[in-house]
């Protein structure tokens, strides 16, 4: 089992230009989640998707980020335009779902390491 | 609001020491309480969850209610647990609420 994969692992983009993130979560999880990580601070959620639908995206800023998860499994973020704010790491996760206390653990990608210059 | 406070950004101390990582967090309710750990060049992953009540690793988290804490405490400290730790909070898996995380240091 490889995990949650994520993709690519690095990107440096110049401020402005258009960037995408691609998440493959474990197979089975209902359940995706991309957070934001700055330097030096823990993630923070970005969007929560329950299968194909996203049912808390109230941290994404709209004005320029975007995702969809269209088949319920893999998942893309894109930032459009981006800016130098947005460098930080990219963390997918996946769960397998539900309000059972069971079912909360989240499994972690490596991240997309992002730089813009 | 929900909010998960580490107090320290590092914490250094020799092999065979005692090790307690603090964690103080802010729910109106009864939240999940989890430790993460990311070891150096590696993902971030589950190292124990309160409702588990289990010892991961030698380490142990007790959840006390009445000082909203939840502090991640090992008895001898090993040069392999050097890393960065990270408490959080969720409710019923909706968001995972992170704290800032604290760099563990065993020094041999």
């Known amino acids: 089992e490889a995990g949650v994969v994520q993709s690519p692992r690095y990107k440096i983009i110049e401020k402005k230009q258009p960037v995408a993130f691609w998440c493959n979560p474990i197979?089975?999880?209902?359940?995706l989640y991309w957070y934001r990580q700055n330097l030096g601070q823990g993630p923070e959620l970005l969007i929560r998707?329950?299968?194909?639908?996203?049912?808390?995206d109230s941290q994404l800023p709209k004005d320029r980020f975007s995702a969809e998860r269209l088949k319920g499994v893999d998942s893309t973020l894109k930032i459009q335009p981006a800016e130098l704010g947005d460098s930080a790491v990219y963390l997918c996760?996946?769960?397998?779902?539900?309000?059972?206390?069971?079912?909360?653990?989240?499994?972690f990608g490596q991240g997309t390491r992002l730089t813009v210059v | 609001a929900q909010r998960v406070t580490q107090p320290e950004k590092l914490l250094s101390v020799f092999k065979g020491a005692p090790v307690e990582l603090k964690c103080n967090y802010s729910y109106s309710g009864s939240p999940e309480l989890f430790w993460y750990v990311q070891y150096s060049r590696q993902r971030l992953q589950l190292l124990l969850r309160h409702i588990s009540r289990e010892s991961i690793k030698g380490f142990t988290a007790d959840l006390n209610k009445g000082e909203t804490s939840f502090h991640l405490k090992k008895p001898f400290a090993q040069e392999e647990d050097s890393a960065m730790y990270y408490c959080a909070l969720t409710k019923y898996g909706n968001k995972l609420v992170f704290g800032a995380g604290t760099i563990l240091r065993v020094k041999s």
């Open positions: 998707y329950e299968n194909e639908e996203a049912v808390d």
């Open positions: 197979s089975g999880h209902n359940t």
């Open positions: 996760a996946s769960s397998s779902g539900g309000t059972g206390a069971g079912n909360t653990e989240a499994f």
